[in-house]
């Protein structure tokens, strides 16, 4: 199949080709490090790791920036609240944010540039925006002249006279019209600036991703993506302002993820009602919260709660155990020197649910179909375990599809993660119950699994002796 993805441009599906043979050009918004992300911002992190993830499976080269918003009006805030500077703020923030990104098992972009340290861009990118009359000075800040860009609206598809204005547009007299938003604002007393040929200041939200993209893009994206609340103003600003530079597309594809909700009630920082995932990440493994953002399909909405997160803790249990099973039966096998029969038989079907999990993934990215390709892949698993002519070929068989599945959603721990818990002294407590047991010290024994417990480990008595798997 041909990868196909909706374009929030054309409100359609339509397959994906990228400009160059081979290689993706893909531009996401990153976060605005003024505080902790939280379990909303987490999802288009994730997704769009998938979505990368995937492309790179395929054979795809992919270019991925996600930038970081280091000055804001948020982090002038935060700064003027913590008695701090604006970029002590935002570099204890994004440590904060990759800390995040490694537990959430996300793979770092191919860059990460910040606004700060691309000011010559953005002021070259407002000056070739000047000098075509598309934008305009006033009282130290500058504007873009919306009714010079006879697109602008066509991507969140509104009409420019009943526009509804983002938050982050300011309405004021200094503007000529009130659909022109700031590409540039003057300095205030106290406040971070920049010098300029107009006079210090410090840049508008918009601009710093169009000109960051440029440089390290080019004119023309292969895919922008981002949350369902930035198509408009962000994304329908970024559009007028690159296109009406270079004369463009600014993006060839444009994806959106939608919301996430509390209980059924949208994130909001005036609700309070937003969960941190540096907080989340202490109650429940990572891989958790993986999973429940990539079991709804990424334009949909999402409910977050208890019992959704719940379930999703079981899910990967039940993943990670197949996963433990198959590795532990695998060391069995080679350490007895059984090669078993043919598996023949099994390569059709391995072969049949590793093509319905590329079909899915190829439908616009349908990762909730995706997995349940990985749950049969896993219960075959499970009965194949139970088969008595089980052979060594057979279990790396399946371990192969589901490793390569997991590269793509990202579900399974590192076995590094497993590796790391069993230390000396669990390694003997482990001992001591074997021995316990033999000599029919069955309180001893149970004591021993208790300790284990309290320490994160679980241990399972199989026919092909014990084995242990992570709480």
Known sequence: MTLHLYNTLTRKKEAFESQELGKVKMYVCGPTVYDYIHVGNARPVVFFDVVRRYLESTGYEVNYVVNFTDVDDKLIRKAEELGSTVPEVAETFIAAFNADLEALAVHKATLSPRVTEHITEIVDFIQGLLNKDIAYESEGDIYFRTAKF??????????????????RIEVGDRKENPQDFVLWKGAKPGEIFWDTPWGPGRPGWHIECSAMARKYLGDTLDIHGGGHDLQFPHHECEVAQSEALTGKPLANYWMHNGYINIDNVKISKSLG??????????QVKPQA???????????????????????????????????SNLRHRLQVLESEEQTGAAVFELDARLAEIMSVFEAKMDDDFN????????????GEANQYLNRADVST?????????????????????????????????????IVDRTEARQSKNWARADEIRDLLTEKGIALEDTPQGIRWRRL
Do not use: C, W
């Open 289 to 323: 919260i993986r999973y429940f953002i990539l079991s709804g399909h990424y334009r949909s909405p999402l409910n977050f709660n208890e019992e959704a997160l719940k379930q999703a803790v079981n899910s990967v249990e039940r993943i990670a155990n197949s996963v």
């Open 273 to 282: 009602n937003g969960i941190s995932v540096h907080e989340l990440v202490k």
């Open 393 to 429: 070929e057979g279990v790396q068989a399946f371990l192969d599809v589901l490793e390569q599945m997991d590269e793509v959603l990202g579900l399974i721990p590192p076995q590094s993660a497993e590796a790391d818990l069993l230390d000396e002294e669990i390694e003997q407590l």
């Open 150 to 167: 006879e697109e602008y609206g066509k991507l969140s598809h509104q009409n420019l006279e009943e526009l509804q204005f983002g938050i």
């Open 367 to 378: 990762t909730p179909d995706a997995i349940t390709a990985v749950f049969d892949l896993v």
